[in-house]
């Protein structure tokens, strides 16, 4: 066999006994090892006696499968060294080609020739030739790994407000069930930086945060601790777990061989039947080790890539045409952020706090000439002022790591408040992402242009509309008012809006819904037509919404894995 393999190679391997090292079978195939591809595996595994075949892009970086990252010691004691680990995770999906001309360069350096109209760009590997600059998502990026984002994520999982579930087809009585199912999956917690068991505060900086806000800010702003994936840890308190698609998942060993994941393996394409071409007959994968295709046959295949992946294979199935809504009612979030230094007022409270006088007084003892009155130790704050109708955005008052937000030397980081508010987008059908290519006569697809993975190059078609670009505006207003409340702005981190696509809260893309026009999948993620074929992750949420979206995601999900148990208890009557 060719390490190629085209559809018609396909159909003739599945029909023959082959070698087995060319054929993988499991009842069920999950694209991605994310919290999603995790609900699925799990609930599957759990209710059924059905093999589950995991396939990851990325290898497996930590001995626990999926596991974050931020649970390593070293990070929860250096919070700003953990921003070089989320850089190095995070891969941008749509750059455009450089502008290459180097005015300083001399001698004989290499330059691109230039064109007829008097322009050179390089299209270096992986840059996107057919991408607008000012369509782009530019900030918007991937992660390949075993456990994708939920590798390096912040673990925030509020719960939409009203306002922001419109057009999600689950009914709200299933939806706040499959919440709270998720909420137990995630391991979300909202008191892991309030309160002991005693009843001592367990975080000096979270409380003062909270309790400053709560006094201070006008308005009903419902300001409460940010539910967070994350416990603190029983053996020792200083640190916490935060959740990964390991949490998830749970031991695999209790499924007794039942879950297989195979890593650095990308999932190329879904291979339709020859003459029904809503059923799908098997997989081909490129076992990218070795530097060949593979198939995989089962009798459900779960998309589960994320928010540009999962359209990104369909499309590569050549799919596209016959899923109008796929890739379209594209949101994201605007991100704004700034960090401030604590107020002298809030430092001198703390320092007379009777509560805390034992604990200041043990940290000065054994950190003379500390001016701070906080233990290195402590926890640090994790607030939100959730969505409301009158404020109609979602804001996180913490501290936290991310590509960007180090502080540095610039100050000493116990004083140090991050403010970051996530703002909507109007659902628009034409807000999008496309993946070039086309059909060949032989009615395969061909990619155009391709990313580094070889899969077809992510387009973006995205503009925020004059509504959203107001709504941002008030939401920086209101950012800055809650800012002056804490403290100075950092110099360096002043207000400011951040790169388009930062957010990494692409929803839309695949979104659930009735109307197979107007969307990719039923209320059950499986997609329009198809009896055997789901898609999940963020880009299955049909709605804008300023909450972060994991939580969201894997509610939806846990709808689609019951809708996979139903068809393979059918399938054994
Ligand atoms: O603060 C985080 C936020 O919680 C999140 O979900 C997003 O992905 O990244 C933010 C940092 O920019």
């Known amino acids: 066999m060719p390490s190629r393999l085209n559809n018609e190679d396909i159909y003739n391997l599945i029909q023959q006994p082959v070698a087995t090292d060319l054929i993988e079978k499991a009842d069920v195939v999950i694209a991605g090892s994310g919290p999603v591809g995790m609900t699925y595996a799990r609930t599957i595994l759990e209710k059924t006696k059905a093999t589950v075949l995991m396939i990851e892009v990325g290898s497996q970086d930590s001995p626990v499968i999926g596991e974050h990252h931020k649970n390593s010691i070293k990070y929860q004691k250096d919070i700003d060294?953990?921003?070089?680990?989320?850089?190095?995770?995070?891969?941008?999906?749509?750059?455009?080609?450089?502008?290459?001309?180097?005015?300083?360069?001399?001698?004989?350096?290499?330059?691109?020739p230039v064109s007829e109209n008097g322009t050179s760009t390089l299209i270096f590997q992986g840059?996107?030739?057919?991408?607008?600059?000012?369509?782009?998502?530019?900030?918007?990026?991937?992660?390949?790994?075993?456990?994708?984002?939920?590798?390096?994520?912040?673990?925030?999982c509020p719960t939409p407000h009203d306002q922001e579930i419109v057009n999600n087809p689950i009914p709200k009585d299933e939806r706040d069930k499959l919440y709270e199912q998720a909420r137990k999956l995630l391991n979300v917690h909202n008191d892991q930086y309030d309160k002991d068991s005693e009843g001592d505060d367990i975080s000096i900086r979270h409380n003062v945060v909270k309790k400053t806000l709560l006094e201070n800010l006008p308005g009903n702003r419902k300001i409460q601790s940010l539910p967070l994936a994350v416990e603190r840890r029983k053996d020792n308190p200083t640190y916490v777990t935060w959740s990964g698609a390991n949490t998830i998942l749970g031991d695999p060993t209790r499924f007794d061989g039942r879950f297989r994941l195979r890593t650095e393996t990308r999932f190329t394409k879904l291979v339709p039947d020859k003459n029904d071409p809503k059923k799908i007959t098997s997989a081909k994968l490129r076992d990218l080790k070795n530097d060949r295709d593979i198939i995989a046959m089962a009798k459900a295949y779960v998309i589960t890539c994320g928010a540009i992946g999962t359209p990104q294979v369909l499309a590569n199935s050549n799919l596209a045409t016959q899923i109008p809504a796929l890739g379209r009612y594209l949101c994201e979030q605007s991100l704004s952020f700034c960090q401030i230094v604590m107020k002298n007022e809030i430092i001198d409270y703390i320092d007379k706090n009777p509560d805390w006088k034992a604990r200041i007084e043990a940290h000065r003892l054994k950190h003379k000439g500390d001016p701070l009155p906080i233990p290195f130790s402590d926890p640090e704050p994790q607030v939100m002022i959730p969505y409301t109708s009158d404020f109609p955005w979602h804001c996180q008052i913490h501290r936290d790591a991310f590509s960007y937000g180090d502080v540095g030397p610039r100050a000493d980081a116990r004083v140090v408040v991050d403010l970051r508010f996530f703002g909507r987008q109007e659902i628009k059908k034409e807000n999008r992402v496309y993946f070039a290519g086309e059909a060949t006569a032989r009615g395969e697809w061909v990619a155009g242009n391709t990313d580094i993975y070889g899969m077809p190059q992510a387009t973006f078609e995205v503009e925020r509309s004059q509504k959203d670009k107001t709504n941002d505006q008030k939401m920086m207003k209101d950012m800055c008012a809650v800012a002056s409340l804490l403290g100075a702005y950092l110099p360096g981190s002043d207000p400011q809006f951040m790169e388009p696509g930062l957010a990494l809260h692409i929803t839309g893309t695949t979104r659930i819904g009735n109307n197979p026009q107007e969307s990719v999948a039923d209320p059950s993620s499986r997609v329009h037509g198809f009896k055997d074929l789901w898609v999940g992750g963020n880009?299955?949420?049909?709605?804008?919404?300023?909450?972060?979206?994991?939580?969201?995601?894997?509610?939806?999900?846990?709808?689609?894995?019951?809708?996979?148990?139903?068809?393979?208890?059918?399938?054994?009557?």
């Open 127 to 156: 840059s996107n030739p057919n991408q607008i600059r000012e369509k782009n998502l530019k900030a918007s990026a991937v992660t390949r790994t075993v456990g994708g984002m939920s590798t390096h994520w912040t673990c925030a």
């Open 81 to 112: 060294a953990f921003v070089n680990v989320i850089k190095g995770a995070l891969q941008t999906v749509s750059a455009p080609p450089a502008d290459t001309y180097i005015p300083t360069l001399v001698g004989d350096g290499w330059t691109p």
């Open 539 to 573: 880009g299955c949420i049909p709605d804008s919404t300023g909450s972060n979206p994991t939580l969201t995601s894997v509610m939806i999900a846990l709808k689609g894995a019951a809708a996979v148990v139903e068809l393979l208890n059918d399938s054994q009557k």
